[in-house]
C-alpha cells in the first residue's frame, strides 16, 4: 500500500516549511513517545511535531485506517458509503483512507480539538482541491460531549485510547448513535491498543451492535482469555523522507494495528479470521485462526487438500478463512 500521490505533496509541503533539524527532533521525540506508550503528556506540542507526525506517523495510520475501511468492503459489498464523522481526526487521515476506498464518499464530518490540526487538515486537503469529498471541519472536544449528524460510517482511530475512560465512554455511545451502518475503533497492535478495543467491543455489544471485524462472532474474546491481544499488520511504502527521519533502511514499514467494526445490521458469518502470519512451509501451511464459535483453533492445510491449499498458500495475516 502506499500513499495517494496528492497526500505525499501535500505532506511534503508542509514539511518543507519546518527546519531540516527540528523536524528531525521533533520525529524522533514522537517515536519515542509513541513507543513509551505515554498519553500523560501531550505528543504533539509544536509545528515541527506536526509536520513531523505528517512524515512518520500519517502513513502508518492511513494505512491501517484503509485497510480497516477495506474490510467493510469485503465484509459487506456495495455498501455505498456516503457519508463518514471522524472523531479526533488529526489532519484527516481518515478522510484521504475514506476517499480512496469509497468511491461512493459524498460528505466527512472531521471533528478535532487541536485548532493546529484543523487548519492542517484543511490546508492538506486544499492542496489538491477537487479529489477529496466535501468536508467540515469542526473544533469540538470529545471530553465535554460532542453534536452529530447520522453518518454511514463513522471512526475513531488512534485517539479512543488517548481519552480518559468516562470521556471514551460516553465518546463511544454518542458515536454509536451517530452511526447510520458502521463504527471503526482503530487503535495501535499493542496490548494498551487491543484493551481499548476490548473494552469498545464489550460496549458495543451491550448496545445491540452486530459485529463485522474482525471477530467471526459475538462470543468473548478467546485471545484474550489466553492473554494474548489481537491485532493484524499493514505494510506501506516508505517515502525517503520518512527513511531519512527514522534512520531505517527498508522500503517499507509494518504498522501494527487493533480494530473493531460494528454493524447496525447484523453481519452475515462467512469463515474464520487468521490471527497470526500463516506459516507457509514445503507441502503444507499452518493457520491460526479465530473461528465463528469464539474459539482459537490450529490449522495444517497440506497439499492433498488441492483447492484449500491453493487458497492457504496466498491467505495473510487479518484475512477471513472460509
Ligand atoms: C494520534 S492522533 C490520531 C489522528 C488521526 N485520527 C490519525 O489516525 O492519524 C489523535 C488525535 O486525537 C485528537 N484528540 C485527542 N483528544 C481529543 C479530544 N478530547 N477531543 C478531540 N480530539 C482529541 C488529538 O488532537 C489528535 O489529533
Not at 453481519?267 to 507441502?283: E, L, T, Y
Request: glycine share 6%; aromatic share 8%.
Amino acid at each position: 500500500m502506499r500513499l495517494p500521490p496528492e497526500l505525499l505533496d501535500a505532506i511534503q509541503q508542509e514539511t518543507e516549511k519546518i527546519d531540516r533539524r527540528r523536524l528531525l527532533h521533533a520525529a524522533t521525540e514522537l517515536t519515542e513517545h509513541y513507543q513509551a506508550a505515554d498519553f500523560s503528556t501531550p505528543a504533539i506540542a509544536s509545528s515541527a511535531h506536526r509536520a513531523a507526525y505528517l512524515a512518520v506517523r500519517l502513513p502508518a495510520t492511513y494505512a491501517a485506517t484503509r485497510r480497516v475501511f477495506s474490510e467493510i468492503n469485503l465484509r459487506s459489498p456495495g455498501s455505498e458509503i456516503t457519508s463518514l464523522l471522524d472523531l479526533g481526526s488529526g489532519p484527516g487521515t481518515a478522510l484521504w483512507a475514506a476517499a480512496e476506498e469509497f468511491s461512493s464518499l459524498q460528505r466527512a464530518t472531521l471533528i478535532e480539538a487541536d485548532e493546529h490540526w484543523l487548519h492542517m487538515g484543511k490546508s492538506l486537503a486544499e492542496f489538491t482541491g477537487a479529489s477529496l469529498p466535501q468536508a467540515q471541519w469542526l473544533r469540538q472536544d470529545l471530553r465535554s460531549g460532542f453534536s452529530c449528524e447520522r453518518h454511514d460510517l463513522v471512526v475513531i482511530s488512534y485517539t479512543l485510547g488517548e481519552l480518559p475512560r468516562s470521556s471514551a465512554e460516553e465518546t463511544l455511545r454518542k458515536a454509536w448513535k451517530c452511526a447510520g451502518r458502521f463504527l471503526a475503533v482503530i487503535e495501535p497492535g499493542t496490548r494498551r491498543g487491543f484493551a481499548t478495543v476490548l473494552s469498545a467491543r464489550s460496549l458495543l455489544l451491550e448496545h445491540g451492535a452486530a459485529i463485522l471485524a474482525p471477530c467471526p462472532h459475538v462470543e468473548a474474546c478467546p485471545m484474550a482469555a489466553a492473554g494474548d491481544w489481537c491485532h493484524f499488520s499493514q505494510r506501506i511504502e516508505r517515502t525517503s523522507q520518512h527513511r531519512q527521519l527514522k534512520g531505517g533502511a527498508l522500503g517499507y514499514e509494518d504498522e501494527k494495528f487493533s480494530y473493531v467494526i460494528a454493524a447496525k445490521e447484523p453481519a452475515v458469518v462467512n469463515g474464520a479470521r487468521i490471527v497470526r502470519h500463516p506459516g507457509k512451509h514445503s507441502g503444507h501451511v499452518q493457520l491460526a485462526l479465530c473461528t465463528p464459535e469464539g474459539r482459537l483453533e490450529n490449522r495444517t492445510v497440506t497439499r492433498s487438500n488441492k483447492s484449500a491449499y491453493k487458497l492457504a498458500r496466498k491467505a495473510e495475516w487479518g484475512d477471513l478463512w472460509p
